[in-house]
């Protein structure tokens, strides 16, 4: 890889790690800008290096250092929601292909690909925070109680972010397709 390839990722992982510590408060769940920054980096960074800038947060914080919402740290794969995680790192390669392989211009073209990578970090998240919360916590959710805590109550708030970083989006990658 490129120098700059490289820097971009790193760039792209740290973006992620801020986007952890902003936090808006709501009820029962953090609600953190780190969803936006697998959006942006799926989409300029394209499937390849997007997937390596989340799987580089991912180890780096799974190494101890602590640029997950509560910390860092191999245990963090025991907390109810590490699933969102993995979809991070998922979620950004198939917005990065979705886009480059229909070639996604348009506002609203980008924002149902942010979709399919909504999709699929909360697939993997209700997933995780459902199996977590059984066998790891001991206090299992129902499908439901996982439905309303792990994906209702957060997503109107993503649903927000896929909107804002389509526009951004549409309005950056013409600009930084050389530079990637």
């Known amino acids: 890889m490129k120098s700059k390839t490289i820097a971009f990722a790193a760039l792209f992982a740290a973006l992620t790690s801020v986007g952890a510590f902003i936090k808006i408060p709501i009820p029962y769940i953090p609600f953190t800008l780190q969803i936006l920054f ?16 989340q799987l580089s947060y991912v180890l780096i914080g799974l190494v101890g250092v602590p640029v997950f919402t509560e910390g860092g740290g191999p245990s963090y794969i025991f907390k109810p929601t590490f699933g969102y995680l993995i979809g991070f790192v998922l979620g950004a390669l198939a917005n990065g292909w979705l886009i480059q392989k229909f070639t996604l211009k348009k506002i609203y073209s980008i924002f149902f690909a942010n979709l399919v990578t909504l999709l699929i970090v909360y697939l993997f998240g209700c997933i995780w925070l459902y199996g977590a919360m059984k066998w790891v916590v001991e206090k299992p959710l129902s499908i439901h109680q996982t439905l309303l805590f792990g994906f209702y109550l957060p997503v109107p708030g993503d649903l927000i972010l896929a909107a804002i970083s389509a526009v951004i989006i549409h309005k950056v990658r013409p600009r930084i397709r050389n530079f990637v």
């Not at 697998?38 to 800038?53: D, E, M, Q, T």
Request: hydrophobic share 55%; aromatic share 12%; charged share 5%.
């Open 38 to 53: 697998v959006y942006l980096a799926g989409a300029l960074l394209g499937p390849k290096i997007g997937f390596i800038s």
